[in-house]
């Protein structure tokens, strides 16, 4: 029997959703926060040691990673566009130390692998920690860990099980002293393995550090084919080329460059609002002293965070998958996503009718079946690749890319044995399929959350086949 969600049975007057979003404008608040220098476009061929098709999160890291290995590389990365302007300048700041989308997924992909896989993960998110105060990176960083709520009676008891000092369980009351949200029946706040950044002043930062160690930066130098020289890898673009000794490719959900990878990554839309700064009394109104990273339960969840000036994010829910696969600027315009968040949003928070959304905008998620990334190589080792973190790579994209960096220096190291590493996942049908197995997943996590929690039947044959998905 079907239920209706607290967002459907507490939702707010239309017309007060109509002001919240009466003002925002569709941009990207982390982008236009962040100031970012422009760099050259590729204007002359140039050899290299290194090349790196890509400057977000994982270009970037590469590129850092490499230099802190060897400082003599000449390297150099090339973007099609600017500098973090893909999902690593528009998401949701959660830095996570998971590295296999949380822990349900690792255990059901690789139990044995499970407990090595979350210490590399805590070790790569306090390396990122180390890193931000090494090179100074200016990007609000916070490292207040993520508040898990119950917002349905049936997922109370998914948040049972003993604590620790730095895995707390909240009952109503104590889950409402940290955020005060009248539809929260139940918490967990997991102190130490998320942070909270900046996203568009990370991508800008990293960019500078990696300049600053002598990685040559290109923007709107769109690589357009790969080759082989026999020599030499050759990266094309429109003006002129790069002969490299090893490639990196950290094209994450755009068209791979390889063919063999252009069915493993599917773009899902994922959409966001942002509020203007709150007043003091506002924030006093919703308590959030500790400063968590908060997401609710559901198979559809919300992610929300506040900024350094005490704006709330406020995303996720409707992930949308365009049928055909593509990625287009005009897919982020979804009115009925932005009103539905923003009704989610004062379902969540009433005190906070009257607040005004400044910003809305939404960004691809690089989905892959297997819900985190894979990595290989191709051209007999010379060119590696990472992609497919499924909305989880602001802290995995540092651990692609020692992924790559070690398979490219051809060792066999503890990262490039590792099962979860060595596998490659199923790739997606091709369309029109692609969009029916996708839609109908959506609709039946969607059924799942209306029905407590109860899977259907197509879901329950996901899940056996290990293509299964919960938040
Ligand atoms: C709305 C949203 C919210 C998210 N929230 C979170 C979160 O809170 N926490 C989390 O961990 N993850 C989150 N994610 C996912 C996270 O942002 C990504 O996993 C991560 O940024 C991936 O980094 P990347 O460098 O691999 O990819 P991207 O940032 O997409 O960068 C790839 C770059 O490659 C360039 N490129 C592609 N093809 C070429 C070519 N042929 N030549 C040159 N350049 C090319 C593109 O222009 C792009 O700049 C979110 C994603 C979205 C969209």
């Not at 109908?440 to 029905?451: N, V």
């Amino acid at each position: 029997m079907s239920s209706s969600t607290v967002f459907e049975r507490n939702a707010p007057g239309k017309a007060a959703v109509t002001r919240a979003l009466d003002d925002s404008r569709h941009a990207v608040f982390w982008l236009e926060d962040a100031a970012a220098p422009g760099r050259p476009r590729l204007g002359t061929s140039v050899d290299a040691d290194l090349a790196i098709v890509g400057g977000g999160y994982t270009g970037l890291w590469t590129a850092i990673r490499a230099k802190e290995r060897d400082p003599a590389l000449r390297i150099v990365l090339l973007e099609a566009k600017t500098i973090g302007w893909a999902a690593s300048g528009r998401n949701g700041g959660f830095v996570e130390a998971s590295l296999t989308h949380g822990e349900a997924n690792g255990e059901r992909r690789w139990p044995e692998e499970l407990a090595q896989l979350e210490r590399l993960g805590s070790a790569n998110l306090d390396a990122i920690a180390e890193a931000v105060e090494r090179y100074g990176i200016a990007a609000d960083f916070e490292r207040t860990g993520t508040l898990s709520v119950a917002v349905e009676p049936h997922q109370v008891g998914w948040l049972d099980g003993p604590g620790t000092d730095d895995d707390v369980h909240l009952d109503e009351a104590a889950v409402r002293r940290e955020i005060a949200s009248p539809t929260f029946l139940a918490g967990r706040w997991d102190r130490r393995s998320t942070a909270l950044v900046h996203p568009g002043k990370l991508a800008a930062e990293l960019a500078r550090v990696a300049a600053d160690l002598g990685v040559e930066l290109f923007e709107h130098s769109a690589v357009r084919g790969i080759e082989d020289d026999g020599e030499r890898v050759v990266l094309r673009t429109d003006t002129a080329r790069v002969r490299a000794r090893r490639v990196a490719l950290a094209t994450n959900v755009f068209p791979s460059l390889l063919k063999r990878n252009r069915l493993m990554t599917v773009p899902v839309y994922d959409y966001v609002l942002m509020t203007e700064p709150l007043s003091s009394a506002q924030l006093a109104s919703i308590g959030w002293k500790n400063r968590q990273g908060l997401a609710d339960l559901a198979n559809q969840f919300h992610y929300s965070r506040l900024s350094a000036d005490n704006r709330i994010l406020y995303g996720g829910y409707d992930a949308i998958y365009h049928s055909g696969g593509h990625i287009r600027p005009g897919y982020e315009e979804r009115p009925q996503t932005y009103r539905k968040l923003a009704s989610h949003f004062l379902t969540t928070f009433p005190q906070l009718e009257g607040v005004r959304f400044t910003h809305r905008w939404a960004g691809a998620i690089d989905t892959s079946t297997r819900f985190c990334a894979f990595f290989g190589t191709a051209r007999r080792g010379r060119v590696a690749y990472a992609a497919g973190f499924t909305g989880l790579g602001v802290a995995a994209t540092r651990f692609a890319a020692d992924v790559m960096l070690d398979k490219l220096a051809g060792e066999t190291t503890e990262l490039t044995e590792l099962r979860m590493v060595r596998e490659r996942p199923l790739p997606f049908p091709p369309e029109p399929a692609a969009s029916v197995g996708i839609n109908l997943t959506r609709i039946s996590l969607d059924r799942a959350d209306h029905r407590n929690g109860r899977r259907n039947l197509l879901l329950k044959t996901l899940d056996a086949v290990g293509l299964g998905f919960d938040s």
